[in-house]
Nanobody, 124 residues
Framework: QVQLVESGGGLVQAGGSLRLSCAASGRAFSGYAMAWFRQAPGKEREFVATISASGESTYYASSVKGRFAISRVNVKNTAYLQMNSLKSEDTAVYFC?????????????????WGQGTQVTVSS
């Protein structure tokens, strides 16, 4: 069993930056791919970014590519999402997720463990 706890959300002006963290419990963290998803009010949860278990492969949604960067430090059991050049449309609750495979995956249904979410609000 893996427990995920996100932190780092908050209120930021458009054009600003935030770094989200996802702390994981459990010794299997280094074998699991990780991802970030987000959900805005009245919308479905959407994929943001994913990273393989080794950290060698990443993949991004087109809406954040070039602005966001996903990373992980396996010895710390932590994944990160660096968000730069934030826009009002990035406002959402951000969730980290883990899947019991080492490969990058995009779909919500592939992920087995989820955090409780952290709110990101971008003011214009």
């Amino acid at each position: 069993q893996v427990q995920l706890v996100e932190s780092g959300g908050g209120l930021v002006q458009a054009g600003g930056s935030l770094r989200l963290s996802c702390a994981a419990s459990g010794r299997a963290f280094s074998g699991y791919a990780m991802a970030w998803f987000r959900q805005a009010p009245g919308k479905e949860r959407e994929f943001v970014a994913t990273i393989s278990a080794s950290g060698e492969s990443t993949y991004y949604a087109s809406s954040v590519k070039g602005r966001f960067a996903i990373s992980r430090v396996n010895v710390k059991n932590t994944a990160y999402l660096q968000m730069n050049s934030l826009k009002s449309e990035d406002t959402a609750v951000y969730f980290c997720a883990a899947t019991r495979t080492p490969y990058t995956l995009v779909g919500v249904t592939f992920y087995d463990y989820w955090g409780q979410g952290t709110q990101v609000t971008v003011s214009s």
